[in-house]
C-alpha cells in the first residue's frame, strides 16, 4: 500500500536532559528507510523511503518542519544535490536509466541535463537511494561521473549549463565468482598529481593509481597517467581471496588504497594505504600506512616507506578519517571487532558481539600513537533466526559549535551517552545520559546542522521493523 505522508508536524518539545544539554525534538510520520540528504541553503532534508510496491521521497522544510511528498522521474535510480548554472544553491537531480535529470520548477516533468548510459540498465521500482555521481573539480558548477561497463563518463559543467563529455578508460570492478557477476563503479578520488593548482582525477585499476589530468581550459586528458610512486597496491587477481581461488590465506597481505586526501594539514595530498593481513578465513588484522606528499618538479611524490602507520588486532567495520579535535590534522576513527572462534560462540550463546571504538590522533610530529588514543565499548545485538545484526549507535557530532567533536553512544534503544570532549583528553570519563528513544540499528542515523547555527543535530530513522510506538517515524534532535 502507497504510504502518503501528511504536511503536518506531530509534535515539538523542548526536553533539558542534563544541566549542560538542551535538545529540541521534532517527530515526523515517515518511514525511512532509504537514504537522506541534506539541501542546507535550501533548508530541505530529502529522505527516501520504499514499501514492498511503490517508492517516494519525502522534503522536509527545515523553517517549519512541514513534510510532502516530492515528485519523481519514472526511471530515476539514484539521487544527489548539485550546483547548476543559473543556481548558486545546490538542487536536487536524479541519476536516471538514461542520464541525468532534474525536475521542472513546478514538479510537473523531468528535465534531461545529460544523456548516458550507465551500469544501471534496468529500472529497481521499489528502491531510490542516494549516489556519489556529482564532482567539484574546481569550477563553481558541478560536475557527473557516470560508470558503465567499460568508461567512467564524466561530464564539465559550461558557464551556459551544457556538457562537455570525457570518456575515460575505466573499466567497473567486476565479481563473477557468485551465480550472478556484480558490477560496481570504481572509486574516484579528486587529487591534483601534478600540482598545477587544477584537480585532476584517480583510479585505482590492475594494481596502479591511474590519473586523468584537468588541463588550463578545464578539459580532461582521455588517455591515463599510470603513476610511478613506489607504493605497492595489489591487483584484483591477488585480493581474491577465497577458497575456491586456490591460495592459502596464510601469510597473505592484501594492500589497497583508502583515501588520497592531506591528512597532516599542509595542503599537500597523502596516500592512504589499507593493509589488510589473513591468517586464515576468519582472524585477520589492518594496518592503516601513510605516505605524506612531497611537492617535486615532477608533481606529488611520495616515499616508498609509509611515514606513519596505525595497526588493529581487529576487522574494522567502518573508518572515519577527520579532524576531530580543531588541530587542523586529520585523525582516525575505527569501529572494529573480532571475527574469529570466540565471537562466533558468543554470538550463539549470548546474540551479541563486542565493538571497540579506537581513536589515533596524529600528533605534531605526524606520528599515530601505537596504541588508540581513547577507546570506547559497544555491544552489537546479532539475531540468528531474523539473520540480522542491529549496530548500535555511535557517531561524532560538534553539538556545541566549537569544531571539537562529542562521541555519542547509543545504550540499548533508551538512552543516548554523551561524551564532550576535553583538552587534556579527547572525551570526558563520565557521560551525560540522556533518555531517548533510539533506532533498533543505528547504520543509518544521520549528522547535520540543519538550523545553520553551527551545531550538529541528529536525524533519527525508525523504520517498520520498530516497536509499534515509533514505527515509520522520523526524529530530529535539534542542538539547542
Known sequence: ???TLPSVLLFIFSCACTAATELKKITLPHPPNGDILLLAERKQLLVSGYSQFSRWLTKVDLT???????PLPDNAQFFASAVLAGDKAPQLVFLTLDGVSRLAADGSHAIQLVASDSLYRVLDPNRLRSADFVLNLGSPLSDFLIADFQHAHLYRQQADGSFRHYPLPIPALVQSWRDSPDYTPRQHYIVDVNQDQLPDLAFVWQGKIQAFLQQQDGSFNTKALVMDWPVTLSTEQEADQRNDAGRSYTGQNIDTLRDLTDIDGDG???????REQLADALERNNSFRIHFGSVTEQGLAFNAAPDTTITTDTSPIAVVIDDFN????KDFYIPSTHFGVGTIIRVLLRGSANLDIDFYLLSEQRQYPDKADFRQQATIDVSIGNLRYDMPLFLLADTQGNGHKSL???EGTD???????EHKRLF???SERIKLALPRDARKVKVFDLTGNGKEDLVLPFDSQEDESRRNQLHILLSQ
Open 1 to 3: 500500500m502507497k504510504f
Open 64 to 70: 517549519d518542519f512541514s513534510a510532502t511528498l516530492s
Open 268 to 274: 599537500v595530498a597523502d596516500l592512504v594505504i589499507n
Open 326 to 329: 580543531a588541530d587542523g590534522r
Open 408 to 410: 555519542l553512544v547509543g
Open 415 to 421: 538512552e543516548l551517552r554523551l561524551y564532550r570532549h
Open 428 to 430: 570526558s570519563r563520565k
